[in-house]
């Protein structure tokens, strides 16, 4: 931040009188205001200003140094905390108090991330989750080069620009070939995009979804049942293997368990020995009755 010095003209004088005590003015000093003079006296009285730290008048000899309408004595101007002379240096200012900037570093400025030391007033600060870093320190971990507001990927707290992250650590997609950046599904130990994994059937993306495997190929429940499930003997709907269901299989016919009955009284012979009949299957009971 900077300040300006208010110092009016003073000279010998020339003019006639003082524009406010009219005593005479010849030989001696003077200060102009607006074009008029005034004797030294008369001037300090009438238009100096108070020095924010001592509170004396800043008289016409004396330089008058202000800042957003505040004014000091040069020997009044200094760092609030350590009192070291802010003339002609940088300073910051806090809550209306003048620092300079070491002061004003170890009171409020951020400290890097990286190298822990402070980010001094002026420097560019770079802001990443939630944290500070001197603009020299935010570099990609692998080669060095300044991140900037460029694409970024962290791991394990080190920051990486989007190259580097792919060449050291990314999986690529078992399916299309590119880089997995985030997510992803692992299926038969190989990485996929979540929009990659699909059903080989209807291409239905399966990620989160009940599937099935068949010769190391995803299917949906849907796809699966229709291209291979065996149909069950009584409803002819597919037997699928999802919910660990129980199946029941006698020469070249399967049943759904539930569906394991007896054709004529509907008893269920899951565990029971059977007779058939043509296509019908018969509990003894029934079969040595017919």
Known sequence: MTYHMENPTRMTSNHTDCHYCLQSLRGRKYALR??????????????????????KPIECDSKDLAYKGRHWHEECFKCAKCSCSLVEKPFAAKDEVLLCTECYSDEYSSKCFHCQKTIMPGSRKMEFQGSSWHESCFVCQYCRQPLGTKPLITKDNENYCVPCFEKQFAHHCYSCKKVITSGGV????????????????????????RFISKDEYPYCVDCF????AKKCAACKKP???LGCAKFISFEDRQWHGECFNCAKCSVSLVGQGFLTRQDDILCHECGSAS
């Open 225 to 228: 049942s229709k291209l291979y």
């Open 239 to 241: 037997i699928t293997a």
């Open 186 to 209: 692992t299926y038969h130990d190989q990485p996929w995009h979540k929009e990659c994994f699909v059903c080989t059937g209807c291409k239905t993306q399966l990620s989160g979804q």
């Open 34 to 55: 607006e074009e008029n003079a005034y004797c030294v006296t008369c001037y300090d009285s009438l238009f100096a200003n108070p020095c924010e730290e001592c509170k």
